[in-house]
């Protein structure tokens, strides 16, 4: 049975504040040894989770705390990187007197918040290839995630913090309500100074290239890097797959190097993107073979924007050969290459572990600052468009219509109980007007 934490951080409308937005009350229902709170954050440029321990490291701890209590924890950490030693101090003090609780301190480098890397560095374990955090007994969830568990009780989540940064005249990470237009988000920023302004949504290794500014915030937005249109990492990230795929076959000579780095690989786990570049030269089942070396990948992108000597893009490959194969069904359960055996970390990966200046260079940001400081001032926007579906499983279906007048905090679309998904609630009061796969509001 859920517990009483569960449904109501359910009621509230909490997920995974990051990533495809997993719903939080699975996890806070479920029974683990270790709790851990990813504030790794280590996408160039972006600082949300820094800014929010930073304002609210009380809300973060007893989020944390109310979390190791629901599933019978021994311990909560916060893992945050060993640079951030101001943050480190004052949550050394927040957590002052709380034997359960405790921090651990990270390296500077990429991907340190993949969860399969943080588990490994945090407590020793590797999660079992295919699986999950909770198969090692531990649960997972990032800071903003946290921080709404601890205001679940007062409040839904309506707001969502983001870091607006990279081109733009005053890099600032904000809290705004969801359903707000990036484009409101941008300017607030000071708005871009580059002519030809388009954006990294959700950060510059991970994110995706937007130029419709249009696009509202959601539950799980975190970042907005502002570049011009003609650098060099939109190119790559634009091209289709096509493209990337033609490069590959024609000009990869089997190097390994985006194997050899590879954060997953370096843990031991069957993940090899040579291999699934060597896929490109085949047809039909023949190809299928080599693409299972994709199933274990995290994309995380190293491989493609930072290993490969050549410039091709072996992360886009395995995301879209992975996508591939679980349309036909096939994950690494079911797997030819699953050979039950438990992964092994390299002797080399500490030294193979690649720094975070060392990729803001490669990335061709190294021209932009990290300080982007959050900005409390509340903003209220005249209308807002909330999605339906901002989470993992099935789509909110709205409650109210057209017309009805609605106050913040209410609930305007709901999905059965029975079904995986969170309530949706109004960020902004005024009047419902439109409804399709978003709920407007006009104030």
């Known amino acids: 049975m859920p517990s009483d934490f569960s449904q109501a951080i359910r009621r509230a409308g909490v997920v995974g504040a990051g990533g495809a937005g997993f719903p939080s009350y699975v996890k806070a229902a479920s029974k683990a040894q270790t709790v851990i ?7 160039p440029l972006l600082q949300k989770d820094q800014e929010i321990l930073l304002n609210f490291p009380g809300e973060v701890v007893h989020g944390l705390e109310l979390l190791v209590s629901a599933v019978g924890a021994l311990r909560g950490i916060i893992a945050i990187k060993e640079k951030h030693g101001d943050l480190v101090k004052i949550l050394t003090q927040a ?21 399969f890397c943080l588990v490994f560095d945090v407590t020793g374990k590797l999660i079992p290839m295919g699986g999950i955090p909770l198969e090692v007994g531990v649960v997972v969830n990032n800071v903003e995630t946290v921080y709404n568990m601890a205001l679940a009780a007062k409040t839904p989540v309506v707001d969502t913090f983001l870091t607006v940064t990279g081109a733009v005249k005053n890099p600032c990470t904000l809290r705004l309500p969801i359903g707000v237009s990036q484009s409101e988000a941008i300017a607030l ?25 249009s696009k509202p915030l959601t539950k799980t937005s975190g970042g907005l890097i502002i570049i011009d249109r003609s650098h060099p990492l939109v190119r790559r990230k634009a091209a289709g797959r096509a493209a990337f795929d033609l490069a590959g076959k024609s000009t990869c000579d089997q190097c390994t190097l985006c194997t050899e780095l590879c ?57 879209s050969t992975r996508a591939d194969l679980f349309q036909e069904k096939i994950n690494w359960k079911n797997s030819a290459l699953n050979r039950q055996a438990p992964p092994k970390d390299h002797p080399l990966r500490p030294w193979r572990q690649i720094p975070t200046f060392q990729l803001k260079v490669k990335l061709g940001l190294e021209g932009y600052g990290d300080d982007a400081p959050l900005r409390l001032e509340p903003y209220a926007p005249k209308k807002v468009r909330i999605p339906l579906k901002q989470h993992v499983g099935v789509p909110a279906q709205p409650t109210v219509k057209i017309g009805q007048t609605v106050q913040r905090t209410d609930v305007i679309g709901d999905v ?27 104030a």
């Open 37 to 43: 709170v990813n504030a790794a954050e280590c996408e």
């Open 189 to 213: 920023a000071g708005g871009a100074t580059v002519k030809d302004p388009v954006a990294l949504d959700g950060g510059a290794m991970m994110g995706q290239v937007v130029d419709d500014f």
């Open 95 to 115: 957590i002052a007197g709380k034997s359960a609780l405790s921090l651990h301190l990270l390296r500077d480098v990429y991907p340190a918040g993949d969860e």
């Open 416 to 442: 059965p109980e029975d079904r995986l998904g969170v309530p949706i609630h109004a960020s902004i009061s005024g009047q419902v007007t439109a409804i399709q796969d978003f709920v407007e509001i006009t």
């Open 263 to 319: 954060p997953r690989y370096l843990l031991g786990y069957d993940i090899q993107p040579h291999k699934v570049m060597r896929s490109l030269l085949f047809s039909s089942q023949d190809r299928k073979t080599w693409s299972q070396w994709s199933l274990l990948c995290c994309e995380c992108k190293l491989c493609s924007l930072f290993s490969c000597p050549e410039n091709l893009n072996p992360g886009d490959i395995c995301a």
